[in-house]
């Protein structure tokens, strides 16, 4: 029997975060919980398919005062504003739903919170429930976070203009600053400055011996699960499940058109749910796949985008141009070959679980940290490298795409690491005893 019996679930409406909860939540079903309350903002919510949810899942939306506003589309306000409106009217509304279970004589056993939203611990603190977080990043970017906070801060700043200066943080691999997240980055926009803060309450609310639900394994991510001892990490990914909110096909017609190419043959593009693409860095990548002779499906999720592009005959009859696609669906598929992609860690983790090498183009955020993973550590892959406008030209995409394809030491290396995730979710694996560690009464 587990000791969580009833759990609640909160989660930032991001679709990098409402993916692996929504995942999580599926997980805590199987693995025995009894019930499982999903909330956040009513414009996630309304999207979910409520038909093909698995019995034991509830969900308690709240207005973070965008309502009608469609999951993967840019917010109407400011990331910063989103973020505080979603704190300020979401506060109150989950202490509500902490509160309107206890007096119905239903009390919740504890709630799980994501990345972005640390006063949710608070909030539960203050309404005597345990909390706990689920890190939606690699547990080698929260332990840079921390040690950042904890002693390093002076160092990284002092030095911060200078891209390659060596950074030695305990337990990680060596790091140059460039490999640190971009928020520590001169050239970081000063719009993105306020989610320094958050990360840093992040932290201060994490006491010392604090269980961390990571999604990454414990195999993929040794030496940093071992190095921080303030936090025990409880890595239980990949959260690579289906999504039971995400679209079908929707008439872009991928399926099929996958089914008719090549083994290992396509080159499969994607920039996730945030990331915007210059006009010339778009135009870049048309110039690399064209020159790369290959097909490719390339998912651009505004089609004014897609229909502005230069070429577009001869992209069309080269590869594939759509506006969604299931991501994991996508990346099983047997004619992928690679992944040239922004290292958001749910496409990551998604890419090193099917296999499929990478070309990194990291944006911001973690995903300049989980660049240097994939090519330094994992080595499943390589990082484009950007000229001085900060493009990445055609050819160098060209360049890296063809590499990829044809190494077979990478090839091998994705393989060994799809391997070591499937058996990390299996019975007896170190995801699932983690998992059932976390359910089981202290």
Known sequence: MTGHQKILIVTFAGQGLISPSLRFASRLLKAGVTSVTFSTSFSVIKCIDKHTVPHGLTFAPFS????????????????????????????????????????????????????????????????????????????????????????????????????????????????????????????????????????????????????????????????????????????????????????????????????TQPKRSVVYVSFGSVSRLSSDQAEAIVAGLLESGRPFLWVIRNGDEAAQLSKISELKKQGLIVTWCCQVEVLSHEAIGCFLMHCGWNSTMEALAAGVPIVAYPQWTDQTTNAKMIEGVWKTGVRAKREGDGVVEGKEIMRCVTMVMGDEEIRRNASKWKKLASEAVGNGGSSTINLQAFLVDA
């Open 64 to 259: 973070d005062g965008l309502d009608d506003h469609s999951i993967g589309k840019t917010p109407p306000t400011t990331l910063q504003q989103h973020i505080s409106d979603f704190a300020t009217r979401g506060a109150p509304a989950v202490a509500q739903i902490i509160t309107s279970a206890a007096a119905e004589g239903e009390p919740f056993d504890h709630v799980v919170y994501t990345t972005i939203i640390p006063w949710v611990a608070r909030v539960a603190s203050a309404h005597n429930v345990e909390s706990t977080l689920l890190w939606c990043q690699p547990a080698a970017v929260l332990d840079i976070y921390y040690h950042y906070f904890n002693g390093f801060q002076e160092l990284i700043s002092a030095n911060k203009h200078n891209p390659l200066f060596p950074i030695n943080l305990p337990g990680l691999p060596p790091l140059t600053l460039a490999d640190l997240p971009s928020f520590f980055f001169p050239s970081s926009p000063k719009e993105h400055e306020f989610l320094v803060p958050i990360y840093k309450e992040h932290a201060d609310v994490l006491k010392t011996g604090t269980r961390v639900l990571v999604n990454t394994t414990e195999e993929l991510e040794a030496e940093s699960i071992k190095a921080n001892k303030n936090f025990k990490y409880l890595p239980i990914g990949p959260l690579n499940e289906k999504d039971s909110y995400v679209q079908p096909d929707n008439g872009n017609g991928y399926a099929n058109w996958l089914n």
